[in-house]
């Protein structure tokens, strides 16, 4: 019920203090509180013949409050509730129950495990993913090492057309002035070219280091892998299902052996075909040095000739190293989804392994248990339903001629037809501004929030 006190004026003036307070829902009816008036009385006879007048009654005004009392119907909810499944990620797998740790009515704290599946195959996954982000980056490492040493050939190559340039430019030309600048052009050309290859020789020394190191990292994991698998089932080898998944492992450790020694062959060639640069930038400059030696009578130099030459050779060899990035780039590219693939692979593997574990997310009273150990379910199942017993709230109808006495703040006395000595305070928290109509009856909805007493055990319905 809804209880509203107004206080009123004895003359009939309208109170406007207090006139808020005071409104209550509660499932009895209320006292009502009398008002008291001053009045003059005066007394009647018996017959005409008397004269006497009656002495006037004189009593004393007083104010007091009118409890107006409005009573309402409602069921107890508790809103706060979750259902707990298995299953995350992308899999449609079927889980087979292993820890059911908790049984109806069971009160649980939050973070308690309240329930398990077997994990071996999505471990297995997890491990699978992880070996499949190690392949895809050391191919992506691999194919960048390679980029990079095509762009060394590309600047080493360069360079000997520039060289080549100025060394038949040097030929052509008499014991002149002109011919000791292009001479001189050309070594220190040649000079910077050995420059070049000797840093590109140094890079390809260190990527390749790098791409051997993460396919021999790649081949422990392997192993790793494999003897783990062995150690967990080692009596069980005989079985075939067994027996299959560990050569399937033996032999990933086996391709990952091949992918050390494949890039140990690659790193090789890499090398050696950037120190046969570097020997041939060094026998050019040796050659421009004896070039110069011989044709040099004076110092003087044709700096005009040498820039020209220069500018050309290295608009060539920027067009080379853009052409040959370019045509790299999307392998490059390619490599680089495929990482991003195994990433996200790699993501969903550890979401699965870790939603096969049921956690309490708050703390709260177990309504509902619907499995077993030993039952195989599907992803997203209603395992274990979960009630904040902390939060309570009635949701009770109003007649619309009441529900302008009540409003969002009022407290609220609550009896239970289950528990009929049991009076629970509360608060409305929400009137609807909408109406709902049946038979003819206007209602609107109104929530009032209690809290719930230690020993009452209050229940939804």
Known sequence: MIESDHQRNPYGKKETEGMKNGKRL?????????????????????????????????????????????????????????????????????????????????????????????????????????????????????????????????????ARANLAKAEKELADAKASDLAIAEAEAAVESARIALESARGNLTIAQKEAEYSIKQAQYAAEDAFQAYSDYVGENIERLTEAAIAAEKDRLWEAYQAALNSVEKAKSEAATSIATAQNNVTKAENTLKSAEKDLAEVKTDDVTILQKEAAVASARATLAQAEDDLAYAEAGHNIELLQLKVDSAQVALDDARDQLEAATIIAPFDGIVAEVNAAVGDEITPNTLIIRLVDTSIVEVDASVDEVDVALIEPGQTAVITLDALPNAVLRGEVTTVDITAASQSGVVTYGVTVSISNPEGVGLREG
């Open 26 to 158: 509660i499932a009895f009816i209320g006292a009502i509180i009398a008002l008291t008036a001053t009045a003059a009385l005066t007394a009647c006879g018996g017959s005409g013949a008397s004269s006497d007048k009656s002495t006037p009654q004189i009593a004393q005004v007083t104010r007091g409050n009118l409890t107006t009392t409005v009573s309402a119907v409602g069921n107890i909810t508790m809103p706060h509730q979750m259902d707990l499944t298995f299953g995350g990620g992308s899999t449609t797998d079927i889980f087979t129950v292993s820890e059911i740790n908790v049984k109806k009515g069971d009160s649980v704290k939050k973070g308690e495990v309240l329930a398990r599946v077997k994990t071996d195959s999505l471990e297995r996954a997890v491990r699978q993913a992880e070996a499949d982000l190690r392949t895809a980056e050391i191919n992506l490492a691999q194919a960048s090492s390679q980029t990079n040493i095509l762009k060394a050939q590309a600047a080493v190559e360069s």
